[in-house]
C-alpha cells in the first residue's frame, strides 16, 4: 500500500513538471516579432521602478519628475553672494567685500596661475590692458596700475563673478575660492610700478657711516 501511494506521488510530480516544460516552451515559441525578449516572468527585474530623471512623477499632482529645490537650501560647496548685479550691488560689494583668504606665497601663485590662464589674454601679463586679445575689442581694459589701481578687492571680486563692461562672468570658470586668490593677484599688478619703499635699516646705516666720516 505504501508502494503504491509513494508510485502515485511521483507519478503526479512527474506530470506536473512534464506539463510546465511544455508551457515554458510554449511560451518561447511562436513570437510574432523577431526582437521581442519573450514573456517576462519577472518584469521587476527588467523593468526599473525608480522615476528616472525629467520623466513623469506620478507622485505629484502636476506628474513633473523635476523638482525646485526645497526653499532656504543650497548645494553642497556653494557659498551663496549677497550682492545683487546691478550698480547699487557694485557699490556695496565695494565697502563691506574684504578677502576671505589669507596672503600667503602659495596663493598669490596660484593666482598668477588663474590669470595666466583665464585673464592675461585681455589684461596683458602686466595687468596693462595690453593683452593680445584687447587689439581686438572696442576699447582696452583699464591698466591695473593705472586707472584701476585704487579698486577695492570687493570689486575686483564682484566683477569677476557677474561681469562689467566689455568682460564677461567668470563665475562659471571659477569657484569662489579661485576667484579670491585671483583677487590677490590682481591686487600685487595693482602696485606694480610702485617704487620700492626704503629700507630704513639701510639708510639708518649709510647716514651713521657718513656722520663718521665727517667726523
Known amino acids: 500500500m505504501i508502494i503504491k501511494s509513494t508510485n502515485m506521488i511521483r507519478k503526479y510530480f512527474s506530470?506536473?513538471?512534464?506539463?510546465?516544460?511544455?508551457?515554458?516552451?510554449l511560451s518561447a515559441?511562436?513570437?510574432?516579432?523577431?526582437?521581442?525578449?519573450g514573456v517576462e516572468f519577472m518584469p521587476d527585474m527588467y523593468r526599473?521602478?525608480?522615476?528616472?530623471?525629467?520623466n513623469i512623477n506620478p507622485m505629484y499632482a502636476d506628474s513633473m519628475g523635476s523638482r525646485l529645490p526645497v526653499a532656504g537650501t543650497i548645494p553642497r560647496g556653494f557659498m551663496p553672494?549677497?550682492?545683487s548685479n546691478d550698480t547699487a550691488g557694485y557699490a556695496t560689494a565695494g565697502r563691506e567685500l574684504k578677502n576671505p583668504i589669507a596672503l600667503t606665497s602659495e596663493?598669490?601663485?596660484e593666482g598668477e596661475e588663474l590669470y595666466g590662464k583665464f585673464c592675461v589674454n585681455c589684461h596683458g601679463a602686466s595687468g596693462g590692458?595690453?593683452?593680445?586679445?584687447?587689439?581686438?575689442?572696442?576699447?582696452?581694459p583699464p591698466a591695473y596700475s593705472g586707472a584701476l589701481k585704487n579698486l577695492p578687492e570687493g570689486k575686483i571680486f564682484h566683477t569677476m563673478t557677474f561681469g562689467k563692461g566689455l568682460m564677461g562672468s567668470h563665475a562659471s570658470q571659477l569657484t569662489q575660492e579661485e576667484r579670491w586668490k585671483l583677487v590677490h593677484y590682481v591686487q600685487k599688478l595693482q602696485h606694480i610700478n610702485d617704487a620700492p619703499a626704503a629700507?630704513?635699516?639701510k639708510t639708518?646705516?649709510?647716514k651713521s657711516a657718513e656722520e663718521n666720516k665727517k667726523k
Open 15 to 25: 506530470g506536473v513538471f512534464v506539463l510546465g516544460s511544455f508551457v515554458l516552451i
Open 29 to 37: 515559441c511562436g513570437k510574432k516579432d523577431s526582437n521581442s525578449p
Open 48 to 54: 526599473s521602478p525608480s522615476v528616472e530623471v525629467y
Open 81 to 83: 553672494y549677497p550682492y
Open 107 to 109: 596663493v598669490l601663485k
Open 129 to 140: 590692458g595690453d593683452g593680445l586679445v584687447s587689439t581686438k575689442l572696442p576699447g582696452a
Open 199 to 201: 629700507d630704513s635699516t
Open 204 to 206: 639708518a646705516m649709510a
